[in-house]
C-alpha cells in the first residue's frame, strides 16, 4: 500500500498534487513539455505513475491544472504586493518587478513553444489563466491614463508588447549587482514605453513569498535629462 503524505487523505491528495506541480514545474525549466512525460513527472515527484493518474487523466490535464494553480497563486501574491499601493506608477512598477523576479519559475504559455506542443482547446483555456494577468496590468494602466500620468492608449496593444519586454529576452540575473542593474533598467524601460514619468525613488518593497526569488533593493533610475 503506497506511503499516505500527510495525516488524513485529503492533505495526502494535495501534498502529491502538489509535489507534481512541482516537478512538472521543475521539468518544465529543462525541457520542453512536448519531452516530458507523465512517468518522468512521477519519478521526478518521488511517487508512483499509477498515483498520478489518480488526479489527472493525462499530461495536458495535468498542465492545465498546474496553470491553474500557478495563476492562483501568483495573482494572490501580485495582490498582495499592490495593497496599499495607490500611485498608479508606482502599482505599475510593482507589477513588472513581479513579474521579472518571478518569471524563471512562473509559466506564460499564451504563445510560443508551450502552445504549440498541447491541443488546440488545452491552448485556448491556457491563454484563459494567463488572461488574468492581463486584465490586472489593463486596470493598472486604465487608473493611469485615468489620473492624467501617461496618455490615452489602447490597453490591449500595450499590454502584449510588456510582457513581451517583461517575460521575454535574457533571464533575470541572479547576480545582486546585475540584477539590480537589470531591474532598473527594465523599470525605466517599461514606463517610458507608456509614457509615464521615471520616480526618482525605489519600486516600493515586493511582499517576499515562496515563488519569488529574494527582493534585492535597486537604486532609482534617474531621468533623462531633457
Not at 15 to 26: C, G, I, K, P, V
Not at 44 to 62: I, M, P, Q, S, W
Request: proline share 8%.
Amino acid at each position: 500500500m503506497p506511503k499516505i503524505m500527510g495525516s488524513s487523505l485529503a492533505e495526502h491528495r494535495e501534498r502529491t498534487r502538489n509535489a507534481l506541480f512541482d516537478a512538472l514545474s521543475e521539468l518544465m525549466a529543462h525541457r520542453s513539455f512536448d519531452k516530458i512525460t507523465l512517468s518522468d513527472v512521477a519519478a521526478h515527484a518521488g511517487v508512483g505513475r499509477t498515483a498520478v493518474y489518480n488526479h489527472f487523466a493525462d499530461k495536458e490535464d495535468l498542465l492545465l491544472a498546474f496553470m491553474e494553480h500557478e495563476t492562483a497563486r501568483y495573482a494572490e501574491q501580485l495582490s498582495r504586493a499592490l495593497t496599499g499601493v495607490e500611485d498608479p506608477i508606482d502599482r505599475l512598477r510593482i507589477y513588472v518587478r513581479q513579474q521579472a523576479i518571478v518569471k524563471r519559475s512562473y509559466h506564460f504559455p499564451t504563445t510560443g513553444p508551450l502552445s504549440s506542443a498541447v491541443s488546440r482547446s488545452t491552448a485556448g483555456r491556457l491563454r484563459a489563466h494567463a488572461g488574468l494577468m492581463a486584465q490586472m496590468l489593463a486596470q493598472i494602466l486604465t487608473d493611469a491614463m485615468d489620473s492624467g500620468v501617461i496618455p490615452r492608449q489602447d490597453p490591449a496593444q500595450v499590454i502584449p508588447l510588456v510582457h513581451a519586454c517583461v517575460m521575454g529576452g535574457r533571464p533575470t540575473p541572479t547576480d545582486p549587482q546585475q540584477r539590480a542593474a537589470y531591474l532598473a533598467a527594465l523599470d525605466a524601460f517599461v514606463l517610458r514605453a507608456v509614457g509615464a514619468p521615471v520616480p526618482h525613488h525605489d519600486v516600493p518593497v515586493l511582499v517576499r513569498s515562496s515563488a519569488t526569488e529574494p527582493e534585492t533593493p535597486a537604486k532609482p533610475p534617474v531621468a533623462a535629462a531633457g
